[in-house]
């Protein structure tokens, strides 16, 4: 009988589900959200580092993740990504640049001296990334500590403690006569939950409801407003101090959501309205799991309530938001709801659990998918492997890729112990789960930009084949924006390479710089035969915006100056003896070709007698150049080599080891013997918008423009390109070389940011222990094509060697 009752409700569901299908504004949701999404391409990133905790001198290692947050598989879109480290108050520290290869990139940054010991954020990102602010950045917390800088350990004992307390109706709003459902977060001063006893009172300071947390500061209570009423919570903390904190005010009109369990396979959404109208009142629901799995459905408010069901299997894995809507798509609610992943990368690893200085490792990894606690096929998954020492010194882990993916990187705020909800699976988690959701509201987007007409332009493009240098054209005069005007950026860099824009109508130009490496001088000009009054001002590409996530108070214990004192050391030791071992791809031919190709006609200056000017030089030797002189300047005229009898009347670029030069009378005061070669395109030549009467260019033998003076109007400015690759030193002592008298005294043993399973989920990896001896910790992190992802830590001893 109850089997019979069960399928005649899932046939009803299922009609009226039909129905609500072919309604034309369920209907016109799903495709308005879709062609948005369509556009709205995520991007996700996680940032595995080599460790939590520096010391101002050493090197942080760091490995990105970049996925689509959709799938969480690889996204080769973006090709830069840009890390920077900030402090308490979102000061920058450190900023870097650096390259990714589908969806994979690495990099390094030295921690300078000048750094203050205290706790700090890491964050990553995208330029697309950009488009949907700061709070959808990646960020974790490191420890650094200055130990010849003093500083007082105890000073977060000393402040007063204060308390962050919020509060969440379900679906966002208390409307009076309606009950609601609440949650709340309590923060103490180091950013984690605190326990507490609470109760709400209203105006007349009578109690209407008791609460207390139940994980992490966070719980949730009942609460039916009465009609004109205001209410308090007051909490008691575990000291018996008491803080009063006001409750969101309440709505005459509105509407209130309830979601719960209605059946193992089924979710009940119930809507409560107060509304008054003599019509029937439609009411639609939209749900979707990161932009994917969109579900829609209508309902009619019957009695001021309408009732939803959702089936769990149409839901996606991971956090779905599910919103209601009236009749002209404004959102009147919404909430949360997750879905635990059904796979997960299981890792193991193989290794010694003890060992002496400078022993060899070997460590045997393996990686496979498993599901419902069943290892399936292997896929060759992608792992980073960091092995450092740890000590008596307590500091903040890092928040692992699962649940960064899943968790984290979904919710506004930071979330306390992640790994907790994965680790412990069981009804009470699913619990504290579900109050998590109703505490962490958080959407990547707009809804006025995703039911619209006409498509709103994102603002920033994604860097799919290299850096964007932007900047904007104005007046020297005035400092008004200029529009139309041709600009150029060139850098002295073999081979040569030149990069144009035409400022818009708000004097905005932007330069797609590719294999921009290193530290670069770059030059910045307009064409100074015709725009000489205005100047191009360049901006940085770091986002000058941040999220409202705190940085915990940095506590370092007195007891822990032994270890601080032993570490510095290692530092100090490992700078001086065992320097990092540097690599950089440099152009290797003598003759590289430059970014207009192969030319016409290429003369090296050697080959032919020299002359002593100039003129002579291009007279005698380079044929396609036509010297012509008039009103006292000089000019050079080419013939198009494709059109015969075609000669151009205007000026060719002229390029000086790259450079721009628009005053021909300097290229011919030139000393000749200072130039080693003359390359000539013969035809016109077409970069980004402008077109070019062919190319002279002229080439020194160390590509530093050989003594020549650029024109004053000519701006030249450092800039910082791409990150250059460094190699991660690890010495070995397998040559007989385990007694040498060099110390080696490294904390971070290990970093390995690409290693590739084989196909049957195998990898093997070695290294050597160094002299420090200690408790060494290895995690490993890691994700699949598919984009399933997991992590494992593991640990082992170092001892003294006996001989």
Known sequence: MKRTLFYCCMLLCAALSAYAQDDAMVKSIQQRFGIYTERALQEKMYVHLDRPLYLIGETIWFKAYNLNAASHQFLDVSKVAYLEVLDAENNVLIQTKFVLADGKGNGS?????????????VRCYTNWMKNYGPEYFFE?????????????????????????????????????????KVGFRAIGKDGNGVNFTGQVVNSQNESIAKFQ?????????ALKPEPGATYNAVIKDSKGQSYTFPLPKTEEQGYVMQLKDSTSSLLKITVTAAVVSDEPVPVYLMSHTRQHNVLADKKYLKNNKAVFTLEKSQLGEGISHITIFNEKLKPLCERLYFKRPSKQLAIEATIKNA?????????DISAAVASAAVASASEMSNLSVAIYLTDSIVTQSQTDITSHLWLSSDLKGSVESPEYYFANVNADTDRQLDNLMLTHGWRRFKWENVFVSQAVPFEFLPEFDGHFIQGKVVNKSDGAPAKGIDTYLAALDVPARL????????GNV?????????????????????????????????VKQFATRPVAPFVFSKT???????????????????????????????????????????YFLDDFTRFPTMEEVLREYVRGVLVRKRQKEFHFRLVDKLLPNTFYTTDPLILLDGIPVFNTDKIMEMDPLKVKKVEVLSSRYFLGPMTFTGIVSFSTYRNDLAGYELDPKVAVMPYEGLQVQREFYSPRYDKGNAESRIPDFRNLLHWAPNITTDASGKANLDFYTSDQTGHYQVVIQGITPSGVSGSRTLSFNVGKSSL
């Open 140 to 180: 974790s917390s490191i420890s650094i500590v200055n130990p010849f800088v003093r500083f007082d350990p105890d000073r977060l004992a000393k402040e007063a403690e204060k308390y962050d307390v919020q509060f969440f109706p379900e679906g966002g709003y208390l409307v009076k006569g309606i009950e609601s």
């Open 109 to 121: 940054l030295l921690i300078p001296s000048t750094i203050a010991s205290g706790n700090y954020k």
């Open 213 to 221: 947390p139940e994980k992490n500061g966070i719980g949730f209570f």
């Open 560 to 602: 822990w100056e032994n270890q601080l004192l032993n570490r510095t050391i290692n530092m100090q030791t490992a700078n001086v003896f065992l320097p990092p071992v540097l690599t950089e791809r440099k152009a290797t031919l003598a003759d590289s070709v430059a970014f207009f190709g192969v030319p016409d006609e290429k």
């Open 510 to 542: 932007m330069y797609e710089v590719r294999k921009f490496n290193g530290p670069k001088e770059i030059t910045l000009q307009t064409n100074l035969n015709v725009d000489s009054t205005y100047r191009i001002e360049i901006a940085s590409p770091f």
């Open 499 to 506: 990069y144009v824009s035409q400022s818009d109508q708000k």
């Open 355 to 363: 060992f002496v200085t400078r022993e060899k490792v070997n460590m």
